[in-house]
């Protein structure tokens, strides 16, 4: 989803996220991305990640709980875009997430980032993959990227994950962050420093190799 914007840097963002944006194909049942008029799928940041071994939840979680955080994840996602988008029915809002969802609510009113795309599949055929980035938008002038977690502990692979979004949008100085929303109704704001953006990118970059190396024919 597309927020409407006019400074110079939000038409940076907007043009660095519309030609990733462009003719997206999303196969929703496999979470499948495609490129237009392309019949193998590209692999998604989360798909790498997994099989490159940075994200193993089930070896750690119960399949039964990790399918319902997943569908929590997925129902969390939606009412913060349904938010943005000023169309969220809070009657409606299953009372298992409420107090997340709040918490979404608590962080935009204390936050100072100004959401551009909300939710947005962005492909990318120079790096060969895709993913959906939670939030892209402004933290003062500068370009941010926010990963929603609706968990209580932020994974640890989350610094990887929007590295590798970042480098979609090949724009310099993208702030990055994981946004917890827990239980509670309270939020924490994790930054990833820039000191660790080449040591993040190093290992996503490690992670593209495994997961080709793994699916070479």
């Known amino acids: 989803m597309t927020i409407r914007s006019s400074s ?5 963002i907007r043009t660095a996220v519309e030609p990733l944006a462009r003719d997206v194909g999303f196969e929703e049942a496999t979470h499948t991305y495609r490129l237009p008029g392309e019949a193998e799928p590209l692999p998604s940041v989360t798909q790498i990640l997994a099989k490159a071994g940075f994200v ?3 070896r750690l979680v119960a399949d039964d709980v990790l399918e319902y955080a997943a569908l929590r994840g997925t129902a969390v996602h939606k009412a913060a875009e349904l938010i943005e988008e000023d169309d969220l029915d809070w009657d409606a809002l299953d009372p298992q997430i409420h107090s997340r969802v709040s918490a979404y609510v608590g962080w935009r009113k204390a936050c100072q980032f100004r959401p551009l795309f909300v939710e947005q599949r962005m492909v990318s055929r120079r790096l060969g993959y895709a993913g959906t980035a939670d939030l892209v938008g ?3 002038l500068q370009p941010a990227i926010v990963d929603l977690k609706a968990v209580d502990v932020v994974p640890k692979a989350t610094p990887i994950q929007t590295v590798a979004y970042a480098e979609m949008l090949g724009l310099p100085r993208v702030l990055r962050f994981a946004l917890r929303l827990d239980s509670r109704g309270t939020f924490r704001l994790v930054e990833f420093p820039q000191a660790e953006y ?3 990118l190093s290992a996503w970059r490690s992670a593209l190799t495994l997961y080709r190396w793994r699916n070479r024919k």
């Open 8 to 12: 110079r840097t939000e038409r940076r």
């Open 56 to 58: 193993d939840w089930h």
């Open 138 to 140: 402004l933290v003062g």
């Open 198 to 200: 080449a040591s993040d």
